[in-house]
C-alpha cells in the first residue's frame, strides 16, 4: 500500500540527519527493520510524506509517530498536520489462461474493453477497468498486477472481472 501524509518540520534540518538520503524528489527513509520506506517530497515548512510497503493506515500512523519522535530525540520538532491515508494499493493475483495474450486481447477490444497490448514494448496486456478505477496488467504466466485501487472493499469486484478473464480465455480456447 501506499499512504501519503503532511508534516510540518524545518528542512535544513532534516537535511542534516544521517538516517536521510537525498533522492530526486526530497529525502528518503528506510524504516529500520522492516520494507517500509519514506520519501519525503517538498522544501517548504509543510512536507508530503509517502510511505511504501504499509499494511494498514493504520499501520502507517504508527509509522509516522515512530519517526516524529526519532526527530524528536533529535531537538527537531514536528507537527502532523495531514494523518496518513490510502493513495494506492498494488495487488497481485494469479489466474489460469487458456488462450494466447493475443487472442484473449482481441476479444477483450472487440468486446469494447480498455486495452492495450503491444509485446514489442511490454510483455503484457493492460486492461484499464473504469468501474473500479484501476488497471490489470496480465502475464502470459497467468500473474495479474492491479493498481490504482484505494480501498479493500474493492477487492470483491475485482476478482469477479479477473473470474471474467479467466473464462473469456477458456471460452475462446476452444
Same mark, same amino acid.
Given at each position: ?7 510540518? *518540520? ?5 537535511r542534516q540527519l544521517e538516517m536521510? %538520503? ?11 527493520? $522492516? ?22 493506515? +493504520? ?17 527537531? %520538532?514536528?507537527?502532523?498536520?495531514? $494523518?496518513p491515508s490510502t493513495i494506492n ?9 487458456? $488462450? ?9 477490444? +472487440?468486446?469494447?474493453?480498455? *486495452? ?12 484499464? *477497468? ?5 488497471t490489470c496488467t496480465i502475464f ?23 473470474? +471474467?478473464? +479467466? %473464462? ?7
Amino acid at each position: 500500500m501506499v499512504h501519503q501524509a503532511t508534516i510540518r *518540520v524545518d528542512t535544513l534540518s532534516l537535511r542534516q540527519l544521517e538516517m536521510f %538520503s537525498p533522492n530526486t524528489s526530497g529525502l528518503s527513509y528506510s524504516v529500520p527493520n $522492516s520494507n517500509i520506506k519514506l520519501n519525503i517530497i517538498g522544501d517548504n515548512k509543510e512536507r508530503m510524506i509517502q510511505l511504501f510497503g504499509c499494511k494498514s493506515t +493504520e499501520e502507517a500512523d504508527e509509522i509516522l509517530n515512530r519517526l516524529r519522535e526519532r526527530l524528536s530525540q533529535s531537538g527537531i %520538532s514536528s507537527i502532523v498536520v495531514e $494523518s496518513p491515508s490510502t493513495i494506492n494499493i498494488a495487488a497481485r493475483a494469479n489466474i489460469d489462461l487458456y $488462450s494466447s495474450l493475443e487472442d484473449l486481447f482481441e476479444f477483450l477490444q +472487440e468486446q469494447g474493453h480498455n *486495452v492495450e497490448y503491444e509485446p514489442e514494448q511490454f510483455p503484457a496486456i493492460i486492461l484499464r *477497468v473504469e468501474d473500479v478505477e484501476c488497471t490489470c496488467t496480465i502475464f502470459n504466466s497467468g500473474t495479474v498486477m492491479i493498481q490504482g485501487i484505494k480501498t479493500t472493499d474493492l477487492f470483491p469486484d475485482i476478482e469477479e472481472i479477473l473470474s +471474467e478473464v +479467466e %473464462s473469456i480465455s477458456r471460452d475462446i480456447s476452444n
